[in-house]
């Protein structure tokens, strides 16, 4: 696939045994399309760790440069050093380190969110002889609902320190944000990429869900084409223009790079790149 900047994705590991066969088909289809990369979830506490490896492993059969999700809430350090070997052991070089959901019981674990995390990946490797690179979250909104811009470029400056190598944006729907986020990020001395996230969702209510999970608002215009929609069908397409319309304005902001949060399904985000590299053909 032709288009100007590489481009990844995020899959997640089946929920149920009756699922595996179903994601793995997605996840054949993503590889073969050449990403520079497909990062694997992992549930909170390593409850999915066992289907990550096995999602990460198929797709390493597939040919596929994988990254492994490890979060740092609700468990020990040595939780993490044993989950970081099993993965180490399993042939993963590439993580993406993140601090995860602050469960109900209140469980932050022993290490301080992502700094820690990274510090402490880097060491296991280095007990192994092996090289690893570790990417992390920004949020150029502010983390959840906080729209502290600043603080979160202190904390994204941070984990460069410890060793970062790049980071993903919790999802981007207005490449205005991204740009200033990134102008803000360099002034403060963030050297490392900033890779754009993209959720192409194709109905009012999925947005009011990632809304909630996120923080980050869907903008009104596109929220009302979707609910004028005729069908569903009307709706996938408006998610996948205005998608393919915003990975086109992040390109010309300076976007390194595209991560598409796929869904487990490889459908819409295969035509959402169709549909850029056809806008740059012509």
Request: charged share 20%.
């Given at each position: ?83 970081a070997e099993t993965f180490l052991a399993a042939g993963v070089r590439e993580f993406l380190a993140l601090r995860g959901d602050i469960p109900a019981s209140g469980d932050h674990g022993e290490l301080d969110g992502p700094v820690p995390l990274i510090g402490l990946l880097h060491e296991v490797a280095a007990r192994k002889g092996v090289m690893i690179r570790v990417g992390v979250a920004a949020y150029p909104q502010g983390h959840g609902r906080t729209g502290d ?134």
């Open positions: 696939m032709s288009l100007p900047v590489p481009f990844s994705f995020e899959l997640y590991p089946a929920r149920t045994e009756a699922g595996i066969d179903m994601v793995a088909g997605t996840a054949s289809a993503l590889a073969a399309t050449g990403p520079a990369f497909i990062s694997v979830t992992y549930g909170a506490a390593g409850s999915s760790n066992d289907r990550s490896l096995g999602l990460l492993g198929h797709l390493q059969r597939e040919g596929a440069r994988t990254v492994a999700h490890l979060t740092s809430v609700g468990q020990s350090r040595a939780q993490l050093i044993e989950r811009v600043a603080g979160d470029v202190r904390a994204l400056r941070a984990k460069q320190a410890a060793g970062a190598a790049y980071a993903i944006t919790q999802v981007v729907f207005d490449a205005s944000a991204y740009a200033s986020y990134v102008a803000a990020a360099r002034a403060a001395g963030v050297t490392i990429p900033i890779i754009p996230g993209l959720m192409p969702v194709s109905t009012s209510q999925k947005l009011e869900r990632v809304a909630e999970l996120t923080g980050v608002d869907a903008p009104a215009d596109l929220v009302a084409a979707l609910v004028a929609a005729a069908d569903a069908d009307e709706r996938q397409r408006e998610a996948i223009r205005r998608t393919a319309r915003l990975s086109r304005e992040l390109i010309d902001a300076g976007a390194p790079s595209l991560h598409l949060y796929a869904f487990n399904r490889h459908e819409t985000v295969l035509a959402v790149l169709d549909e850029l590299a056809h806008a740059v053909l012509v």
